[in-house]
């Protein structure tokens, strides 16, 4: 993948993150993918959305700590827990998308178009 290769930390962000945030974690490809994937293909009356790899890594993280209890309980992910996740990035490279996802960007897209028409 493109976007998530990154061998070092931005020294500056280092600096702020490593006293400010709570955990840091690494996320796999594969991960990351599936989400992509799973974004594209929502279940039944959520939107379809468009995530490059970059993208869809936080929610990828999340699901990773959320389906594990060791990580929730160190994490603090409960039951009450508010997250936000924020999508970073489209299909930057269209052809790579469609290679990962099996659908166009404007395939995804239009699956909105068609929700919404039938609500």
């Not at 279940?43 to 990773?64: F, I, M, N, T, Y």
């Not at 269209?94 to 290679?99: I, S």
Request: one cysteine or more.
């Amino acid at each position: 993948m493109a976007m998530l290769e990154c061998y070092e930390p931005s020294l500056v962000a280092w600096r702020i993150l490593s006293r400010v945030a709570d955990a840091f974690m690494t996320v796999d490809d594969a991960d990351a993918i599936s989400v992509m994937r799973r974004l594209a293909n929502p279940r039944h009356g959520d939107p379809a959305v468009v995530a490059g790899e970059s993208g869809g890594v936080g929610l990828a993280g999340l699901l990773k700590v959320a389906s594990d209890q060791n990580l929730r309980e160190k994490s603090g992910l409960g039951p009450n827990a508010r997250v936000f996740v924020i999508n970073t990035e489209g299909a930057t490279d269209p052809r790579l998308y469609e290679e990962l996802v099996g659908l166009l960007p404007a395939q995804v897209t239009a699956r909105n178009t068609t929700l919404t028409k039938d609500q």
